[in-house]
């Protein structure tokens, strides 16, 4: 019943930016907390940002002022701005919602270079 799909990631040079986007094919999407995670090889998989259902958002001190997380009902699809890109952001990043279950994406891949 859900799917997320994630796209958007890719190779950008420190100070750059990226949009990353997940589609969401649940009805549930407009009701669930909805979030991004990224996990780096080797290290544990860490929260980057969560957007309940009314809009309000939390995100992880490190990127706190650079990444902005957003969601549009209308269209299922959750964002994540990731603007002055630092090399220690590359990662794997996932899409997240948070029901009664917990789902997520198969992840894209975001690296930043110095």
């Known amino acids: 019943q859900v799917q997320l799909v994630e796209s958007g990631g890719g190779l950008v040079q420190a100070g750059g930016s990226l949009r990353l986007s997940c589609a969401a094919s649940a009805s549930i999407f407009s009701i669930s907390t909805m979030g991004w995670y990224r996990q780096a090889p080797g290290k544990e998989r860490e929260l980057v940002a969560t957007i309940t259902m009314d809009g309000s958002t939390k995100y992880a001190d490190s990127v706190k002022g650079r990444f902005t997380i957003s969601r549009d009902n209308a269209k299922k699809t959750e964002y994540l701005q990731m603007n002055s890109l630092k090399p220690e952001d590359t990662a794997v990043y996932y899409c997240?919602?948070?029901?009664?279950?917990?789902?997520w994406g198969k992840g894209t891949l975001v690296t930043v270079s110095s």
């Open positions: 997240h919602l948070r029901s009664a279950l917990d789902y």
